[in-house]
């Protein structure tokens, strides 16, 4: 490129305005496909408008799939009815319990929300009871009814469970608390449903005495959804199509998430903005969607799986891909313990492992179906995983040490599976004969 050359485009001709499309970066002015939740949500805040005590309330449901939307709108329209009624509310959040790793921090930040410049408290310097003396004080100051929301609270720090949880929302009966007058209820927003299991029963029926579950979009719904995001983002006439069906289709099959959907579109449309095209077509949206695939598995090895759930998983993609087999647990567990010691990772028991397998159903990243062994009897679990066997293969390729366990040869194996053609197995490079050993499968 010459001096007096500059590669920036002259104008975007692509996209209108980007942050709809941008993580958690926009409010949608309308919520699409949540009446039934939207109505249950109503019902259990109902009380409040009408002067009775505020409900806890938990939301729970995958990622991506309008638990922190339909919040903040209901958030809206609650303050509107309650100002209408002249009912005394004041409303807290929702503050997403992932940004504050110890309960100091997390009330600290919510007393400093609530109190002036000048009375700010300082990141240290006070016991953690101290800090929770400042926030019952406000919220007593508050009076009238207190509506706290917590987001993605299975990150709540360990050490403020039981006082956010529990302890909080019966303050007001509770003597030794400065809380008298104020009435407080709890949102609790969480996509993990496994974290409800890990509360001590009373925290859990105070929490959960009301539940709102949240679950995946269809294609239909998410194309309405996308829709509305693509008319904000996007110059008028620039999307083909096939592009909004097609990204909804694709966000469909995993975990119907709107906001994977929203980066498919983002991504398509750069492709097709550096492309110099004048618009976005269905290959954009394809190549986009493979990228974005390989990227979010590489986010769950790299910060979401532990290796030993990382190792599950690649286990059971190779036991999916490979002809010979069906991805059955022992199938999977054997070649496990085997891709466990080429890295030098300990080898959990069986029992154990299936506990892995059984996180990454949960987590969305793999499926089972139970199955009858037939005459010999017994039972077992047949896997898949929900992402395609190529992208998950691409991703570990580039994390540094589950990459070790995979075959030399494993994109022949994936040409195999993707043809539909079992072919009779080998090793993967049978002069290699750690390898060799490594993927007698079986
Ligand atoms: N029904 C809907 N109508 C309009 N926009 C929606 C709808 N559902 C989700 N969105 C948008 O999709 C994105 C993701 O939704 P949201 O942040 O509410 O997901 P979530 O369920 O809270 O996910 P997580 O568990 O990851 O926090 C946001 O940009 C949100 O505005
Ligand atoms: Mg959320």
């Known amino acids: 490129m010459k001096q007096d050359e500059n590669p920036f485009q002259e104008e975007d001709k692509i996209f209108a305005w980007k942050q709809p499309l941008k993580k958690d970066a926009y409010e949608p002015e309308e919520i699409m496909h949540r009446d039934e939740e939207i109505k249950l949500y109503t019902n259990s805040l109902q009380d409040i ?11 729970y449901g995958p990622t991506g799939v309008g638990k922190t939307a339909v919040t903040k709108w209901m958030r809206e329209k609650l303050e509107e009815e309650a100002r209408k009624r002249d009912v005394p509310l004041s409303i807290v959040g929702p503050i997403n319990c992932r ?67 529990y302890d909080l929302p019966r303050a007001e009966a509770n003597e030794d608390t400065p809380i008298d007058d104020a009435k407080v209820g709890l949102i609790g927003i969480s996509n993990d449903l496994k974290f409800v299991d890990t509360l001590e029963p009373k925290v859990k029926s105070t929490l959960g005495e009301r539940e709102i579950e949240f679950g995946p979009y269809d294609a239909n719904q998410l194309r309405d959804i996308l829709t509305y995001y693509a008319d904000l983002s996007f110059e008028d006439g620039v999307l083909e199509e096939e592009v909004v069906p097609l990204a909804a ?90 891709l466990a010691a080429t890295i030098g990772a300990d080898e959990v028991s069986e029992r154990k492992f299936y506990e892995f397998l059984d996180q990454l159903c949960m987590l969305g990243l793999a499926r089972s179906t139970e199955r009858n062994l037939g005459r010999k009897g017994g039972r077992t679990y047949i896997y898949e995983v929900t992402d395609d066997p ?21 994109y022949d194996i994936l040409e195999h599976y993707q043809k539909g053609q079992a072919t009779s197995y080998q090793a993967p490079d049978g002069t290699d004969p750690e390898q060799r050993d490594l993927f007698k499968f079986g």
């Open 99 to 165: 940004h504050y790793k110890t309960a100091y921090r997390l009330v600290t930040a919510i007393v400093n929300d609530l109190r002036s410049e000048e009375e700010q408290i300082a990141q240290s310097g006070h016991s953690t009871d101290r800090v929770f003396q400042f926030l019952y004080e406000e919220i007593e100051s508050m009076g009238g009814n207190v509506l706290l929301i917590l987001d993605e609270i299975d990150n709540i720090p360990p050490d403020a469970r039981n006082d956010f949880l």
């Open 390 to 410: 190529e992208d998950i293969i691409r991703a570990c390729e580039q994390e540094d040490r589950l990459s070790k366990v995979l075959p030399s040869n494993v």
């Open 249 to 338: 289709a694709f966000a469909a099959q995993e975990r119907g998430d709107v906001r994977q959907g929203l980066r498919i579109l983002e991504k398509a449309g750069e492709y097709a903005r550096m492309e110099g095209s004048a618009t976005v077509t269905e290959a954009n949206v394809r190549k986009a969607t493979e990228n974005i695939e390989t990227d979010e598995i590489l986010d769950y090895f790299e910060d979401k799986l532990s290796i030993q759930q990382g190792l599950s998983y690649i286990s059971a993609t190779l036991m999916v891909i490979e002809p010979q087999k069906e991805a059955r647990t022992k199938h999977i567990y054997n070649l496990y313990t085997k």
């Open 49 to 59: 408008v009408e002067g009775h005590e505020p409900n806890n309330v938990f939301v």
